[in-house]
């Protein structure tokens, strides 16, 4: 999905959220996928095409598994678009069949795990604000310890949500495609 405010990072807008500044205000955080696999006439034609269709898009290949049995000539590949460019290369793709298998497409409504890992983070960070005032007042050497080790282990709950945070907007904000193109190969009789 794209950012509820152009020009802020994740980060940015993690931030605000977590602090209670934007809360309700969180844009839906949806994950796109689609599978596609499409039998083609001519194998090395379509591979060129695609690239150039995935460079228009701004798309790009996060793995490719090509395999030839001597029957069929294959390839699987993961594509990476951002969100509003998924239906668009979607309908691109499907136009280099020769034969389409299937195409399916899944939404995966992730904006209910954001909101509570926000209002988690923002809960973390109250914590060790408190922490790190009880650590400011601490007269002896077993109580700043004893705090130290309590604010440390907050602290990387916090890392932790954050970095969570940070995966989800990346899963929503660039879609995947999983696309199995083929074709059949003449055997000699």
Do not use: C, W
């Amino acid at each position: 999905a794209p950012p509820a405010q152009p020009g802020r990072s994740a980060d940015e807008v993690a931030t605000g959220i977590a602090s209670g500044q934007e809360l309700e205000k969180i844009p839906p955080k949806i994950i796109k996928t689609a599978d596609i696999r499409y039998r083609v006439d001519d194998y090395k034609r379509t591979r060129a095409a695609l690239d150039a269709i995935l460079s228009a898009h701004q798309a790009y290949v996060a793995s490719e598994r090509e395999n030839n049995d001597g029957y069929t000539l294959s390839n699987t590949l993961v594509i990476r678009v951002e969100a509003g460019r998924f239906d668009a290369l979607v309908a691109a793709l499907v136009q280099g069949a020769a034969y389409l298998h299937e195409k399916n497409i899944s939404m995966r409504d992730v904006t209910e795990e954001f909101v509570d890992l926000a209002a988690r983070l923002r809960s973390k960070r109250a914590v060790a604000a408190q922490y790190e005032e009880i650590l400011r007042r601490a007269g002896t050497i077993s109580d700043i310890l004893a705090v130290e080790r309590e604010l440390r282990m907050v602290r990387e709950e916090i890392e932790s949500t954050e970095g969570r945070m940070r995966f989800i907007s990346h899963q929503a904000s660039f879609s995947t495609i999983n696309l199995n193109i083929y074709q059949n190969l003449d055997r000699a009789p």
